[in-house]
């Protein structure tokens, strides 16, 4: 019975809606349908009105965007198109004058900016400064053909062939001379960015582009009758303003912010964009473009922030992986196409000066390779990363339009232009520095191959579990390019009944530093072994891993017991023959200013000299900073040669000594140091043709004498046959006698300043009875 209740009860309830819909009238039905499908419909409605085209929703903008930068370089890749050809014909298929998905409001100008002046501060940054200190006159050369040439070229063809006035054929033509890094991206993607051809280029685009923007200030001023004295000191003042600021002003603040914040890792990127947004302003003020204060911003910060620091590493990502594609697809939508359409005049106009435009940029190109002696492909690469026009062309179209110099059919000639010389730029530029990548490849001297360079293996033991920031850094740094291996740290743990716990516990300790390590886009290996003795574990880890560079860190002062049992750097050297370096790093790596580096008679003659001096030299062309060798004659030549070699760019500086052995007191030659320098010894170890006996005095001299100042001991690797069966280290001793020269050295002092110290305390007790005792005849009188 309650069942048959139940389901009575339940029928009943769902058929009064019903029962009651149809006693209703029919207009009474009507109205509650409307007001219960009303919340449905206005729902539908908003959900429709966020798709009206041009999108307005910013979530939705932002998505759109997002999507195109992920899958226009995959869909360009399939159908052999370069990844920024792809961006740029988003940009017009998205645009306002295509499928209208988007127009340029204040946002999309907003990343468009930020976008291009990224492009001129990463092209500021990776410009290799002493490449372009030593090519300064061939800059300067290429920024005066790449100016002039398509000047030369476009008036008169402006002038007498299309038959515009003076104003605006000198106008038009000067558009020809500017030209945007749209393809840089690509030869930074390449690896190429050091390239001298490349330096030349980016330094000629910052000139050509300041002399366009300075000529179209004259020529508005001109138009509006404002030339004068004033105009002329004025231009002239606030362009030595804007240097002061930028170029001495800038790097001294980074210089004390990058030392007080070091930790602050996130703070030095806002620091730098905000560096990037005040030197734009400062050109914008100073009547120039903003883009030449963004490249001065990169120039004025290239040598406080080296190519593989962490800092690099996320300014490279942000900008290729946001801002840099936004901008481009901003140039897509700057296309009209259907204005080829509307009238042939306007196709006639646009082609000319496409044409004229390319002309002049390729004529400047082979001019350059001409005179300086470059191969095609070197010539290729420069065409292509000087002839596509953006941000600047379009600028300087869009005032001359205002200012009433240029007419509709020219400013949509313009548009155009932008297009074809996008697209052409990036299809060469990709060309040429492929070719130029297999150039580079093939002339690489055998040499290095041959050492083997591309399988670097770099340990970095570590004492207390404690790694060093600034030695990964350093190694981060002077680490072989080409090399696919990880750094590895090692740490050794002791074999006790604690052994396996204490491996999990150094590897936990030791996670951080491979998420600081993934900061500078390298992989790293940590390796926790077991072993009784330190200097024996890392022996061992140097022959499984088949390391040819050890790096740790300066180890801290042992007790007076522990430098008796061992000294743990001498046993480190000792033990293996590959070439070790021993570092104390006393502030950040990018604040120093200059490597001095000091060389002993026969150095040359060590197996390896080669690879530690390649070391240095790569490190002094990260930190964008001059080598001073202290060396003899001979060394000072095999030390040119080697460099030669390398192709090196690093300024390099010599002091070549008479007597080395006036390096045997570090104090009387501190004077030669400064605080921003980074010391470094070259010792050798014994039974090495360049070993000296005071060699084993150097650490403790550097540390007592330099003891602010960052320094390195080097200690080249050895043949084999100088290393005592190394085979066989870990079961025969590496010498019949326990202590080393050190240890002797450092025991003997302190049971001399044990028995001193034991005098002096003797002494004064005596002196004291003595003065209490009367004195008889000038003598003493001692108590019995």
């Known amino acids: 019975m309650k069942t048959e209740a139940r389901i009575l009860k339940e029928c009943l309830a769902a058929a009064a809606p019903n029962c009651l819909h149809s006693i209703l009238p029919p207009v009474v039905r009507d109205d509650q349908t409307r007001s219960m499908n009303k919340p449905m419909e206005s729902y539908y409605h908003q959900f429709l009105e966020e798709f009206r085209l041009p999108l307005t929703n910013p979530v939705l903008v ?38 209208n998905l988007l127009e340029k409001s204040s946002a999309v100008e907003l990343f468009s900016t930020i976008g291009l002046l990224y492009i ?25 053909l790449t100016f002039s040439i398509p000047i030369v070229l476009g008036y008169p063809v402006c002038r007498y062939l299309l038959n515009y006035p003076m104003s605006t054929s000198l106008l038009t033509a000067s558009m020809f001379a500017t030209h945007t890094l749209v393809a840089y991206p690509v030869v930074s993607r390449m690896g190429i960015s050091k390239n001298r051809t490349v330096a030349i280029t980016v330094a000629g685009t910052i000139l050509s582009d300041t002399a366009v923007l300075i000529l179209l200030a004259v020529i508005i001023g001109y138009s509006r009758g404002d030339i004068n004295h004033e105009f002329w000191l004025h231009l002239v003042i ?18 004390w912010f990058f030392t007080k914040l070091e930790n602050e890792k996130h703070a030095h990127y806002i620091f730098v964009l905000a560096a990037l947004f005040f030197s734009a302003f400062l050109a914008k003020a100073a ?12 120039l004025a910060l290239n040598p406080l922030i080296p190519g593989s620091s962490a800092l690099m590493n996320r300014i490279e990502f942000i900008g290729n992986s946001l801002f840099i594609p936004f901008f481009l697809i901003s140039v897509g939508m700057l296309v009209d196409l259907r204005i080829i359409l509307s009238s042939p005049i306007a196709l006639i106009i646009a082609a000319l000066l496409t044409f004229v435009a390319l002309a002049g940029k390729w004529l400047a190109a082979l001019s350059t390779q001409k005179i300086f002696g470059y191969s095609a492909a070197h010539r290729r690469l420069i065409f292509g990363l000087s002839s596509s026009r953006a941000a600047a062309t379009i600028a300087i179209a869009l005032v001359g339009y205002r200012a009433r110099i240029l007419d509709l059919n020219i400013l949509n000639a313009i548009i155009i232009l932008i297009l074809v010389t996008c697209i052409v730029s990036s299809l060469v530029t990709e060309k040429a520095a492929k070719e130029i990548v297999l150039e580079e490849n093939d002339a690489a001297p ?8 591309a399988d670097e293996q770099i340990l970095l033991p570590i004492a207390e579990n404690k790694p060093s920031e600034r030695v990964l850094e350093l190694a981060v740094m002077i680490r072989e390019k080409r090399s696919l291996n990880p750094l590895t740290i090692l740490t050794v743990v002791p074999n006790d009944h604690e052994a396996e716990l204490n491996v999990k516990k150094a590897k936990k300790e030791l996670a951080p530093t491979v998420d600081f390590a993934a900061s500078f886009d390298t992989s790293l290996n940590i390796v926790a072994t077991i072993d009784y003795n330190i200097c024996s574990g890392i022996s061992r880890a140097v022959k499984e891993s088949q390391s040819n560079l050890i790096i740790f860190d300066w180890p801290s002062r042992q007790g007076f017991l522990g430098r008796m049992i061992n000294d743990a750097t001498e046993s ?9 370096m021993i570092c104390h790093l006393t502030r950040p790596l990018a604040i120093h200013r200059r490597i001095v580096v000091i060389c002993p008679p026969f150095a040359e003659k060590e197996k390896g000299f080669g690879q530690w001096l390649r070391k240095m030299s790569r490190l002094s062309q990260e930190l964008t900073i001059p080598l001073l060798f202290h060396c003899d004659r001979k060394s000072r030549l095999a030390i040119i040669e080697t460099l030669k070699t390398s192709h090196s760019t690093s300024p390099v500086l010599y002091e070549v000594f008479k007597n080395f052995r006036e390096w045997e007191d570090i104090a009387s030659r501190k004077l030669h140091f400064r605080e921003d320098d980074i010391v470094t010894f070259v010792c050798a170890r014994r039974e090495s043709i360049s070993y000296k006996p005071f060699f084993d005095l150097v650490p403790e001299q550097l540390e007592k004498h330099v003891k602010d100042i960052s320094k390195i001991m080097i200690y080249p690797e050895q043949f084999d046959s100088a290393i005592i069966e190394e085979e066989y280290a870990d079961v025969v001793a590496p010498k019949s006698f326990p202590f080393g020269a050190s240890t002797i050295r450092k025991i003997r002092e302190e049971i001399s300043g044990f028995m001193k110290k034991n005098q002096l305390q003797i002494r004064k007790k005596a002196r004291g ?16």
């Open 62 to 99: 932002f998505s759109l965007v997002l999507f195109i930068i992920l899958l226009a370089p995959i869909v360009s890749k399939r159908f052999n198109i370069p990844g920024t050809v792809g961006l740029i014909l988003s940009g017009v298929l998205i645009g306002p004058h295509s499928l």
């Open 120 to 144: 001129l501060l990463i092209a500021g940054l990776e410009l290799d400064v002493n490449d372009f200190r030593k090519n300064r006159y061939k800059s300067a050369l290429f920024g005066l």
């Open 238 to 255: 606030a362009l030595t303003l804007f240097s002061a600021i930028v170029f001495i002003v800038l790097p001294a603040i980074a210089r």
């Open 287 to 298: 009547g120039l473009e903003p883009i030449v204060g963004a490249f001065a911003a990169g």
């Open 446 to 453: 055998e040499k290095e191959h041959a050492q083997g360079d």
């Open 572 to 580: 480190i050297v000792e033990c293996t023959c590959k070439t070790t």
């Open 769 to 784: 009875k003595t003065a209490a005792t009367p004195k008889r005849f000038g003598f003493s009188r001692k108590e019995p």
